[in-house]
């Protein structure tokens, strides 16, 4: 279930920078894209976060499912 919510969370996160870019080429105001692309960055260092092995070899995504 875990990996689905992360697989959503970076189609959310791409999708977040294309529509920064359109809304950026659309209007030219900066503000708004620029807060897009920095939630998208959020976004996925929270995955990299839950997906990224620590010094021991595990994610913290595989002890939650093994229930560690």
Known sequence: MADIVLSIVV???FALL???WL???RTGVAKQPLLMVLLAAIALANVAIWTVPDRSGD???ERLE???
Do not use: N
């Open 59 to 61: 994610a913290p995504l």
């Open 18 to 20: 294309g529509g920064a």
């Open 66 to 68: 093994r229930g560690d």
């Open 23 to 25: 809304l950026y080429r």
């Open 11 to 13: 189609l959310a996160a």
